[in-house]
């Protein structure tokens, strides 16, 4: 296993909750890293991806979510602020090139997902 998500669960509307994303050193060196998201019966759909000089949001989680990464840990991570229930989703971190990330067209690794639950 190349990428390792955590920091999902249940969380009321408002609140907040932080993902984290291992990765080995050598994908995380040379990738940039993004989170995607999925409901069922629904496409998958970019968060968020960052490389050294560039980070991209969703419009639908801007000024919200938080995308950081730890070159040092080798640690991506999505900190989920005013978080609404139409966040609920199964979350995806990934990597691979970032045109490829924010395009959708090229992903070359994903971590197995985390619930996020947002509900009263």
């Known amino acids: 296993v190349q990428l390792v998500e955590s920091g999902g669960g249940l969380v009321q509307p408002g609140g907040s909750l932080r993902l984290s994303c291992v990765a080995s050193?050598?994908?995380?060196?040379?990738?940039?890293m993004g989170w995607y998201r999925q409901n069922p019966g629904k496409q998958r759909e970019l968060v968020a991806a960052i490389s050294r000089n560039n980070i991209k949001y969703a419009d639908s989680v801007k000024g919200r979510f938080t995308i950081s990464r730890d070159n040092t840990k080798n640690i991506v991570y999505l900190q989920l602020d005013s978080l609404k229930p139409e966040d609920t989703a199964v979350y995806y971190c990934?990597?691979?090139?970032?045109?490829?990330?924010?395009?959708?067209?090229?992903?070359?690794?994903w971590g197995q997902g985390t619930q996020v639950t947002v509900s009263s």
């Open positions: 990934a990597a691979g090139p970032y045109w490829g990330l924010v395009s959708g067209h090229k992903t070359d690794y």
């Open positions: 050193g050598s994908i995380f060196s040379r990738n940039a």
